[in-house]
């Protein structure tokens, strides 16, 4: 089955400890970006990579890092966490990047990960 | 960067068509036009992605008019699992391709 996966999908932990979100996909798709969904914002890019070890900043990429190694994983890594970045965050793919030449929106989200910083 | 604006929210009965119309004065010349549907806790998912004039799919319908400053899904006898938030997004005028960018959406409310 064709899908983005996410791991974990709830988190809680305290402030500074370092974690990683994990997101795979199985569609040998070039490019993945992470966003973050907060109430009343919408949901916000915070990184996003073209291809293998092409990775760029979206909107809100203070606090973040991510990584691409390999084509199918895309972490997301936050070195220092703080209550500010209590969100819920997903993961996603595509073919190519949104609005390239192939003019293809679509994106594969995964299920999420809801993260709780104390 | 091309904005987008939609109602906040909408109400219908089940069996009732929905249309729900996005306003994107500054759409770029190769903009295309796209929308996602986002139920609570998931991921948003594609729904219909359109240039000009019409596009129909399997889940909706897509209207756009000559001048593309707006846009209108359409959504034919919606059912209670309708319920769920509607983004309407246009591709970044910069031509980078790198993102989609999506405001805070249309809420849809389906009752009986």
């Known amino acids: 089955e064709a899908q983005v996966t996410q791991n974990p999908r709830y988190l809680i932990t305290v402030t500074g400890k370092k974690l990683t979100v994990t997101c795979s996909q199985n569609?040998?798709?070039?490019?993945m970006s992470w966003y973050r969904q907060d109430p009343g914002l919408g949901l916000r890019q915070i990184y996003y990579s073209m291809n293998v070890e092409v990775t760029d900043k979206g909107d809100v990429p203070e606090g973040y890092k991510v990584s691409r190694k390999e084509k199918r994983n895309f972490p997301l890594i936050l070195e220092s966490p703080s209550p500010n970045q209590t969100s819920l965050y997903f993961c996603?793919?595509?073919?190519?990047?949104?609005?390239?030449?192939?003019?293809?929106?679509?994106?594969?989200f995964g299920p999420g990960t809801r993260l709780t910083v104390t | 960067l091309a904005k987008t604006t939609q109602p906040i929210s909408m109400d219908s009965y089940e069996g009732q068509e929905v249309n729900i119309t996005c306003s994107h004065n500054?759409?770029?010349?190769?903009?295309?036009i796209t929308w996602y549907q986002q139920f609570p806790s998931q991921g948003p998912r594609f729904i219909i992605q359109g240039y000009k004039t019409k596009v129909t799919n399997e889940v909706a319908s897509l209207f756009i008019p000559a001048d593309r400053k707006s846009s209108t899904l359409s959504l034919p006898r919606v059912s209670l699992s309708d319920t769920a938030v509607y983004y309407c997004l246009v591709g970044d005028e910069t031509g980078t391709a790198s993102k989609l960018t999506f405001g805070t959406g249309t809420r849809l409310q389906v009752t009986l």
């Open positions: 569609m040998n798709h070039e490019y």
């Open positions: 996603a793919s595509s073919l190519s990047p949104p609005g390239s030449r192939v003019a293809s929106y679509e994106q594969y």
């Open positions: 500054n759409i770029a010349t190769n903009d295309y």
